[in-house]
């Protein structure tokens, strides 16, 4: 059996690597575990320098990577580079924070001596996406290898060769063997590795039902999970908005990696009073977005990563448009020539209740503009939602849009003025339908240690 690399700019395979068989995964995690005895020991320091090390490796290597990510998924070359860059500050932020996060922490009692310990579990199982290939696995890689722990991954099966660059950057960093490992398996042995007893813990990013799935079989067994899940974040245009950066960020955010992202704007929810301007600014900035194959500079937009996640999003599309939404621009597949996974940017307008793109989560570069009389209404529907990963509010009153980011709006991360992103210095997680959990900050790297109590009479 073999996984497959395809192009998503033609259908075209572009590698087939080896599965993992089930007696290597075995061996693996009990090179894993072997690794991990003497890893645990390691200093603080030795930790740092390493980490250092990967940020130079990602730094080294880079153009490299992007162009990996634009072959298998079809990332835009500077994206890409954005995204390796990003990577890189992950690593040198724990290198220089991990101390102090991980130090004990004292706390008064009547003994002689309390503190809570910050102790590593072992090896973590990872779960990771294609849509960011790198960075959804450093931002778990990074805190998990400062807290002394090791890692196996299972990536996306349409990213293998990402997969194994991951562990090749690890090692050309100078870790010690089996530190970190990739496993080449599809979705149907995860199970197995989640029961194997030297796993420790599961972290996994992607769809709500793979979230459900992998969070039952790791709750039978008593491992800890964190689950970063899907998201059809909301963004809360209010009358006194600055139209015009508000379109243009609300666009950004809605096209961040070809509309492949959770934390991508996806519901822009608009004051009826500013809806029309704003709109027309909208469809406007999303026009100029030029759409084409990933490699070339001047490229906005790349294909979607299969073909088959591109027509699930032009079914919901239609959809949308057969139950009386207006498609104010694209909904269409382009002619472009070969098996490709392209589609146009789209603007849907006159989403109400009930449509697919009121709950559902459009997972392409598809824009959803629902009308609201006014704020009361406007957070209302921004939290008529299964979801809870991120929102964001624009308005020139920031007093209010603090307040309402603050204690209005249900989700995990909320933003004003600004589109909601992801900041190694920051926790970052969903509630609801969207997970739990935290990656990043000083949250992500005590998800997955063991926080011990140590009493000395």
Partial sequence: MSIKSIDPTNGKVIKSYP??????VVKKIEQGHKAWTEW?????????????GLADQLHIQRAELARLMALEMGKPLNDGLAEIDKCGAVCKYYAEK????????????????????????GIVLAVMPWNFPYWQVFRFLAPALMAGNCGVLKHASNVPGCALSIEKLV??????AHVFQTLMIGSNVVNEVIAHPLIKAVTLTGSTQAGMKVAAQAG???????????????????????????????VNSRLINNGQSCIAAKRFIVVKKIEKEFTRLFVQKMKQKKLGNPLEADINLGPMARADLRDELHQQVLKNIEMGAKCLLGGRIPAFKGQHAYYEPTVLSGIKK???AYSEEMFGPVAAILTARDVEQAIELANDTSFGLGAAVFTANEKLGEEIARTRLQA??????????????????????????????????????????????
């Fill in 19 to 24: 599965e993992t068989t089930k007696a290597q």
């Fill in 40 to 52: 645990r020991k390691s200093s603080i320091k030795e930790r740092a320098a390493l980490l250092r």
């Fill in 98 to 121: 991990g101390a102090d996060f991980l130090q004990d922490q004292r706390i008064e009692t009547e003994a002689s001596k309390s503190y809570v310990s910050f102790q590593p579990l």
């Fill in 171 to 176: 090692k050309d960093a100078g870790y010690p």
């Fill in 220 to 250: 039978m067994l008593l491992k800890k999970t964190v689950l970063e899940l899907g998201g059809s974040d909301p963004y809360l245009v209010l009358e006194d908005a600055d139209l015009e950066f508000a379109a243009e960020t609300c």
């Fill in 354 to 356: 009930g449509m697919p």
């Fill in 412 to 457: 995990g991360s909320c933003f004003v003025n600004s589109l909601v992103k992801s900041d190694p210095r920051l926790p970052f997680g969903g509630i609801n339908q969207s997970g739990y959990g935290r990656e990043l900050g000083l949250f992500g790297i005590h998800e997955f240690v063991n926080i011990k109590t140590v009493y000395v009479k």
